[in-house]
């Protein structure tokens, strides 16, 4: 089948079109070197041109700067709900955040490691707003905190940083990485699964600044940050197609005008749907406003039954995935960077005649 539907899946997600042309382009032989990017050596030329284009990329969209290292590690974001406590803890006491079920993961993930101190939650509020921080006065290793959740819709577009006393900030980005813009310098570290913003699933991005990569011999050798840094991510061999796709993607949001015009972008399709949601008397938006997330749009009909003929309805009129996560139930349209705002007027579209037929 030729034809390709609006999936509003939450990851892995849609990719730009333009970009699987290209990878399908070069796929039986990359670069004339007759062979797929997947059958490359890791340690080729050709391959460790890719490695380092896609780090370039990343580095000009994200204005990353040169004290901050860019590591390609694999085991998800969740792997680096493991990784951070046990690089960054030193023994101390560190913060987080909780904002959602992500938050929570990273949160129960950490308390294996480390001393978890939860300093701001919105769990009493089913999450649909983002949490009240209060400043932070204790010492902490780190504060950890989810700019956006994936699951029930928040979003933290401006960091508030006055909060955190100037302690270290770790964010989890996996859904809105390059949708909107952030201060790479307001953060320790960042992390991100790729599935989402960047390309297939596969590779995990780390940024981290430089002072916070330690020695700790003690580690597994694939648990410590110092091995993807000393080694260039290829202590051992790299999710390499992965890693090829990423740069793909990273190039498109390049052509497109960078992070700024997606994000410009960006809110112009969630801007679209939020109007929508909140000016129809059918559908509901359980997120207040001024918490909204970009990439990630909750909403639900007027019962839970109804939900579920509205997934499947829209399901065969080409808009699939919008079933919400299990934990929450209703919808979820995920709006991510490759999402057209032609997917979000098909949506609204269909939206409407499902309101009319079923009032
Ligand atoms: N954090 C967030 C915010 C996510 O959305 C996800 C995946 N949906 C994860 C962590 C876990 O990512 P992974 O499946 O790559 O481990």
Do not use: C
């Amino acid at each position: 089948m030729e034809q390709r539907v609006y999936n509003f899946s939450a990851g892995p997600a849609v990719m730009p079109k333009a970009v699987l042309k290209k990878a399908q382009n070069e796929f039986l032989s990359y670069q004339q070197s007759g062979m797929s990017v997947m059958e490359l050596s890791h340690r080729s030329e050709l391959f460790e041109t890719i490695l380092s284009d896609t780090e370039s990329l990343l580095r000009r969209l994200m204005d990353i700067p040169a004290n901050y290292k860019v590591l390609f590690i694999q085991g998800g974001a969740s792997l680096q709900f493991s990784m951070v406590p046990l690089n960054l803890a030193n023994g101390k006491k560190v913060a987080y955040i909780d904002s959602g079920s992500w938050s929570k993961k990273a949160i129960e993930e950490a308390k294996k490691t480390a001393e978890v101190v939860t300093i701001a939650s919105s769990a009493k509020n089913s999450y649909h707003t983002l949490p009240v921080i209060e400043p932070v006065t204790e010492d902490y290793a780190y504060v950890h905190l989810t700019t956006n959740s994936t699951i029930e819709g928040t979003a933290y577009l401006d960091i508030p940083l006055d909060k955190f006393n100037g302690l270290p900030l770790v964010a989890d980005m996996s859904s809105n990485i390059l949708s909107s813009e952030y201060n790479v310098e307001d953060f320790a570290l960042i992390y991100a699964g790729a599935q989402k913003n960047i390309g297939p699933a596969g590779v995990t991005i780390v940024i981290v600044r430089e002072d916070f990569i330690q020695s700790l011999p003690e580690l597994p050798t694939l648990l410590s940050y110092e091995t993807y840094a000393n080694a260039n991510s290829m202590y051992n061999t790299p999710p390499t197609f992965s890693i090829y796709m990423a740069k793909l993607e990273l190039e498109w949001i390049e052509e497109q005008g960078g992070v700024a015009a997606i994000e410009k972008a960006n809110r112009k399709k969630a801007q679209l749907l939020y109007d929508f949601l909140d000016h129809s008397d059918f559908y509901t938006s359980p997120v207040e406003a001024g918490h909204r997330s970009l990439t990630n749009i909750p909403f639900l009909t007027p019962s839970p039954t109804m939900d579920e003929e509205f997934v499947i309805a829209a399901e065969a009129s080409g808009l699939t995935n919008l079933e919400g996560h299990r934990v929450v139930g209703g919808m979820r349209a995920s709006v991510y960077n490759a999402m057209p705002i032609e997917g979000v007027e098909a949506l609204i579209a269909f939206m409407n005649k499902f309101a009319v037929a079923n009032t």
